[in-house]
């Protein structure tokens, strides 16, 4: 049919705090057990703290690096956030709006487009939302 075409996600600062911020809280009690560790639970708090980390890593990092929506030439909308993805038919999608709801979503960015389609609502973040709408 046509060409596929792929937008890169768009990411707000608050999102890089954010993940900074709970990596930083994570990682903290976990040096101060470091610099004392004769304390008592101190094996016990660092294990939990190594693995919060850890999964923590896990989730958000993904979402930085995988983070696109792709129209895949044959009427197939992709929504790629980390380790979720999801196809929708382009032609199931009814209305195409901006919006800066804050809710959960596959969006790094209150910067949004929500999309209806058929009965569900999805809200994406994508960095060159003028191109999006023209291909959609």
Known sequence: MGESMRFAGKVDGWYYVLALGVNVMLAWPLASLFA???????LAVAVVCALCLGLC??????????????????GILIVVFGFQKATYPV??????????????????????????????????????????YEEL
């Open 36 to 42: 004392d560790p004769s304390k008592e639970g101190a």
């Open 91 to 132: 032609s199931k999608i009814r209305q195409a709006r901006e919006t800066r709801n804050p809710l959960a979503s596959l969006a790094a960015s209150f910067d949004r487009i929500e999309l209806c389609i058929g009965y569900d609502e999805l809200m994406i973040a994508v960095r060159d939302k003028e191109r999006f």
């Open 57 to 74: 890593a896990l989730l958000i990092v993904p979402t930085l690096l995988r983070n696109y929506v792709e129209f895949d030439g044959e």
